[in-house]
């Protein structure tokens, strides 16, 4: 239970982090660059890429765990 609560914690904590630091630049971009881009796609890409790195973040933490 608690390796299940530590991984999940620090999963949360990495992918907020990283939702932050994607607004901060998103934020920084000229508005150019949201000319020729639709706001579904860059928020359906941005929501995806996240998920599928706090997928592999946090199975990979668990087997270096289980492996440690």
């Known amino acids: 239970i608690g390796q299940s609560y530590l991984l ?3 999963g949360e904590r ?7 630091r994607l607004y ?3 934020q920084s971009l000229s508005t150019s660059f949201f000319d020729g881009r639709r706001v579904g796609e860059l928020m359906s890409r ?8 706090q997928s592999s973040l946090t199975g990979s933490l668990l087997e270096l765990l289980r492996q440690v």
């Open 24 to 26: 901060g630049h998103l």
């Open 46 to 53: 941005l929501t995806n890429d996240v998920a599928a790195i």
């Open 14 to 20: 990495l992918v907020a982090d990283l939702r932050r």
């Open 8 to 10: 999940s914690y620090a």
